[in-house]
């Protein structure tokens, strides 16, 4: 590979390390994990000095890059190295031909499964993908929202790859306002909602599933416990709630609204539930039905049209969507 292949990928590594808010790196554990991460793609001849690093990082705090360390971060009188900003990332750097092909390569195979409808997310990240491979996301034509910065998205891959290689695993998790605890689980699927990714597993002596979010799990690791197969077709077992919380013993219901039209027309657009059907159309509003599962995130949606929106029926789903107008009213007194 060309030498500027080695310069790119101690960027790429400092570039991370100056970002973790979790792990403290010395300029010695900075030239560690530059050399580690040359191994992995070369061999163990290809190692760099503490002054290469040095001169990397001299190099990223000048134009174009203009990094801005924190000075005053430290150990004692050790000097120790993260961005001021650590929302900060340093730009794509550009990838040569043979590298394009072999992504490209990567995509055409992926292509195959776009059809599918469980693959149905693969059409977005494929065009994602694929327009920053040609280069096309420089461009003016097209931009793509993504949060690189989400908490816990970097367990992503490695959770996945548990689920697929079938591992045990013990995570450590801390609620919202809770204590921290330990689990063993059996790891089976991952669920995007509401802009967050969830770790749908069973734990080890329970009969339901759970549900973590990634931005909770604090750290997972392998344990030694036969893994334990699901038979549970996901897709199936979403399939009339909206959000990751699938009540027990609980039958889909047929949740009536009335939505005003000056929200409607959104809803109409981006519907609630797969299940959304129009009952009646008037001059004012539209009243419409979902057939669902009753769940905090529904009433959580639900509440967040506020006015706009009116709960007809069920009467239990309407007192409780009542019940929390009154509680927050309550509060701004």
């Known amino acids: 590979m060309p030498v500027d292949k080695q310069v790119n990928i101690r960027y790429e590594v400092l570039n991370k390390c100056f970002r973790d808010l979790y792990n ?4 010695d554990d900075l030239v560690e994990e530059c050399n580690e991460a040359l191994e992995r ?26 990094i801005r360390l924190d000075e005053k971060f430290k150990r004692g009188r050790q000097r120790l190295y993260r961005y001021i900003d650590t929302s900060y990332s340093l730009p794509q750097i550009r990838m ?19 059809g599918e409808p469980m693959y149905d997310w693969a059409r977005v990240l494929l065009k994602q993908v694929e327009s920053e491979a040609l280069d096309y996301a420089s461009s003016s034509f097209v931009s793509f929202q993504n949060n690189p910065d989400l ?16 591992r045990t695993l ?3 998790y801390t609620p919202f306002g809770k204590s921290t605890f330990t689990a063993n689980v059996y790891p089976y699927h991952l669920k995007q909602y509401n802009d967050r990714w969830f770790l749908i597993a069973q734990a080890i002596g ?18 030694a416990i036969p893994y334990k197969e699901s038979d549970v077709d996901f897709d199936e077992y979403f399939k ?25 027309h959104y809803i109409e657009t981006k519907p609630l539930h797969s299940s959304q059907d129009i009952i009646e159309e008037g001059d004012d509003a539209t009243t419409i039905s979902i057939t669902v599962k009753i769940n905090k995130e529904l009433i959580s949606l639900l509440l967040s049209y506020g006015d706009d929106l009116e709960v007809l029926a069920p009467a239990s789903l309407r007192d409780e969507i009542a019940a929390n107008l009154a509680t927050a009213s309550s509060h701004y007194k």
């Open 170 to 172: 013990k995570i450590t």
């Open 96 to 114: 040569n031909d043979k590298e394009r092909n072999k992504i490209l390569d990567a995509i055409n195979v992926l292509k195959l499964f776009a």
């Open 240 to 264: 009339d709630v909206i959000g990751v919380t699938v009540p027990d013993n609980c039958e889909p219901e047929n949740v009536i609204l009335r939505v005003n039209n000056s929200r409607y």
């Open 41 to 66: 793609h070369f061999d163990k001849t290809k190692t760099v000095s503490k002054r290469t690093v040095q001169d990397d990082i001299a190099r990223l705090q000048e134009s174009p890059y203009s």
């Open 151 to 166: 908490k816990g998205i970097q367990l992503f891959g490695d959770l996945l790859h548990c689920i697929t290689t079938q």
């Open 206 to 223: 329970y009969d339901r599933f759970g549900h973590y979010a990634l931005d909770r799990i604090d750290s997972f690791e392998e344990v």
């Open 24 to 27: 403290e790196y010395t300029i």
